[in-house]
């Protein structure tokens, strides 16, 4: 699951950023919590022991202020601007790896100092004797920096990040991560030395459950992913009524202003056919954009998406009769081809309804000449209606066919129209396929 | 040159995803010498421009929808393999996210003209006439120097002379980086994270930017995508003038998303700059 690259998108990545700079303020107060709690323990240290107990502690000590300076901006500023070289140094460092997957000063003192911090409890300079109570809560505030610091490593934004994602050996070694550190802690803990298992203040069974219990990030982590997921899904939703709403807006606002553009077209003796088409088009448009909005329907410049556009200028009760070819929905058309199919086929079927056919059948198809397939394809929209037939003079005046053959004249290709055998009309529209 | 219109006009090679923007100019130049062929996405330039006669004027949508490369990648790919094509950007008017565009394709291609598609009939051809004249003085042309002179600017002149904002804009990648992380977040915090810098990095950034942003203002007003920065209800939390360049980011994310700028700024990053001469005054 953690290996799972679905998560790594763009909204994921979003959250994850978002998340991660609250979490990593109070992760890196929280691990200086536990080390300050790993200084107060001394207090219970043989004297002997304390300044090699101190210097155990330096590095880690030195991490968490690190870490938490890293998440104070006005601090590692002040810092980076100060008059230290060295400082200001480190402070640039800081600064320089925020927000990347890499290894930081801060992360490396973090770790390696908690490591010689475990070895005050366990392994062969474990400091001897130490009350029961000081050896468990030292193993617990061990064991919570522990968890804490690769909660924060195993639900880095970087995981997420689409744009640079993170090398493929680093996504195996993920799960297996909390599995290697609790690891590492039994065998630093059991490690032979003066402080053999036999010997250890508690016994074996509280370092084994506290080491252990490192294991568990990685259900941590599932759990982690699987709110991020339900994040994802809910944006998602979130996202769908958004287009929903948008959808909505379009069409009261373009569809309606169409519909009063067409009606006043309409009206108006002096607007030539193709004014009329290009208003009609308008709806057809309105309604792609709403559906490409929607998504989910149809996809882009396939006869599906273009039929049920077409159907939108069709009046209700005569969409019962307007029948497409069922194995045209699915064609998947160039650009320029579903442009021309876009400007040709609302015509034909207008003319088809508005003359009084009841059933008007279509048909797109893409055809390649046997002769020569190399050759570009011929796109042909068949419209054929069971109505009155055509009127006698269309080819010499600027009817709607003309000016379709006209603009199809560019593409190599004509409108037909002819009489069907018992009645109503057949038009043909056909050009080559555009290369481009 | 008039013996030339008759015979041979302007050969013209609209590239536009609508088709019908096509038909029409087809429309337009009926009758006349000029002859058009149309490609509906840049991805297909090469193999246009490898066929036939070459293109003596390319005019040149911005936007070509989603997933698909932007004008500046076709602008790009006719400089390369056409250069003797002019270019003339068509835009709609009506689109705000436009300007970063249309300054880029000023600075990185020196466009001839900037064609609105409004324009009627008329001044389409009027425009593709003069092409073929040599005449480059009409409406919506070009000119060099931003048309210093007594009329008052044209949108176009304004482009010209303002052409330089972007490279006070983007002056490095990670400006770049910083900008595509102002389209998706707003606080300091969020955006030196995502974009991999500091927060100091993020500071001088504002500062700078939003002093550009001004100048762009005050020069295109029609783009109002970032007002002047005020005092946010968050308080503290939030930079206003961070906020504000991240909705000046917002509105132009198809720009500084789009793939074609990082060639067009590492090119210009690469390239040796004109040494200036140092003044002891």
Known sequence: MLSDSSLRTRVVYDIAVRYATPLWRIGAAFRGGCVAGLWILL??????????AAAQLLMVSAGVAAAWIQTQPDTLDRL?????AALRKAAGHLQGVRGRATADLAGLLEGFGMIVALLLYGGPIAVRPLPTPVYVAGLILITAHVWNAFAQVMTDASWYNPDMPPAAGLVAFRPWIPATVAAIEIAEIVAPGHSAASRLPAGLVIPLILAGSIVLLLPFTMVFEVLLRAGLEACEISMGEVRRND????????????????RQIQADAGADRETRSLADSMLILAEEARQMMLGGGPPAETVALLWDCVLQTVPGDRRGGMILDAGSRELQMRKTDYGLARRVLPDLVTNAWKAGARRVEVAVTQERQHANPAARPWVTVSVADDGPGLPAQPAVTRTSLRILDDHLHR????????????????VLARWRSAPW | MALRTLVTGVHILVVDDFVLVELALAQVIQDTAHTLVGVRDPRNLPEALSEGPRFDLALVDINFGPGAPTGLTAMRILTELSPET????????EE????????????????????????????????????????????????PDGGIGPRPPTPVDRLVRNKGCLDELIRNGTDLMLWRALVRFDKRGEVARAAHVDERTVDRFTASKSLVVDKIQA??????????ARDDP???????NLVRLARFAQTHSHFFADQAIDGLFAARWQAPRPRQRRSWR
């Open chain 2, 86 to 93: 002019k270019i003339v950007i068509e835009s709609t008017d």
């Open chain 2, 96 to 143: 705000r996210n436009r300007l970063l565009f249309l300054l880029a394709s000023f600075a990185f291609f020196e466009p001839l003209a900037l064609l609105s598609k409004a324009s009627p009939a008329e001044a389409v051809r009027a425009l593709i006439d003069a092409v073929d004249r040599g005449d480059r003085t009409g409406p919506g042309f070009a000119a």
């Open chain 1, 80 to 84: 980076a601007s100060g008059r230290i």
């Open chain 1, 247 to 262: 959808s909505i807006t379009v069409h009261s606002l373009v569809k309606n202003g169409a519909h009063a553009l067409i």
């Open chain 2, 219 to 228: 020069e295109f007003p029609e783009d109002a995508s970032a007002p002047a």
């Open chain 2, 234 to 240: 968050d308080g503290p939390r939030r930079n206003p």
């Open chain 1, 43 to 52: 207090a219970w240290f043989p004297a002997r022991s304390l300044p090699q």
């Open chain 1, 411 to 426: 593409f190599d290709g004509a409108v037909v129209a002819e009489r069907r055998d018992g009645g109503g009309t057949r």
